[in-house]
C-alpha cells in the first residue's frame, strides 16, 4: 500500500499536462475517474470490491467491468477484469451454464434380433502381433457377443468393410 501511495504522490507532484487528467487533494483523475496505479494489490481490492462482495453477488466481467469504470481507471483495466474473474474459484465452481435445455430423452428401440443391432469400434496403436497393430471389435447389442478382429491401424473403410464380410 505505501508503494501505491508513493507512487500517486510521484504521479500527482509532476504537472498535469493534459486536458484529460485532473488532481484534487490526494487523487489522480483520468477523465474524472480515480487513476489507480500499477499496483496489483490495490487493482484486486478495487475489483474485488465490485465483484465480491455479498452486495456486489458475483455479477460476471461486464457487468464488473462497469462497476469499476464508474469510478476507477487503469491501463488495461478491461484485460485484469476479464482474467480476474476467469481465476476467480468461486465463479468457476459455480458457473452458470448458458445453453438450452436438453430435450426429452427416449430409449432406444429394442431390436428384433440377434445381430440386429450391432457397434464397430476400433482399438488402435497397440503393440504390434504377427505384424497388426489394432483390433477391430464388433459387438451384438442384445446378447453382448463380440468379435474381436486384428488389424492394422491404417485399415480403410473398404478394408473395414471386408474384415466384417469375412469375420463376422
Not at 475517474?33 to 474485488?48: A, F, H
Not at 481507471?73 to 465452481?93: A, F, G
Not at 458457473?95 to 488402435?124: C, M, N, Y
Request: glycine content about 2%; hydrophobic content about 40%.
Amino acid at each position: 500500500m505505501a508503494k501505491a501511495a508513493k507512487e500517486l504522490q510521484q504521479a500527482s507532484s509532476k504537472t498535469v499536462r493534459s486536458a484529460e487528467w485532473s488532481e484534487d487533494e490526494r487523487l489522480l483523475h483520468f477523465r474524472g475517474k480515480i487513476y489507480v496505479p500499477r499496483n496489483p494489490d490495490l487493482q484486486r481490492r478495487v475489483v474485488s470490491l465490485c465483484h465480491d462482495t455479498k452486495i456486489a453477488r458475483h455479477p460476471g466481467r461486464w457487468k464488473t467491468l462497469e462497476l469499476v469504470s464508474r469510478d476507477y481507471w487503469w491501463p488495461q483495466m478491461s484485460r485484469y477484469i476479464r482474467q480476474y474473474i476467469s481465476t476467480y474459484d468461486l465463479c468457476i465452481r459455480t458457473k452458470l451454464i448458458r445453453q438450452a435445455l436438453v430435450g426429452e430423452l427416449h430409449p432406444l428401440r429394442i431390436p428384433d434380433s440377434r445381430w440386429d443391432t450391432l457397434s464397430v469400434d476400433f482399438v488402435v496403436e497397440l503393440p504390434l502381433s504377427s505384424s497388426h497393430d489394432a483390433v477391430m471389435m464388433v459387438v451384438d447389442s442384445v446378447s453382448k457377443r463380440a468379435h474381436f478382429i486384428p488389424t492394422h491401424t491404417t485399415v480403410t473403410a473398404e478394408g473395414a468393410a471386408r474384415l466384417f464380410l469375412h469375420q463376422v
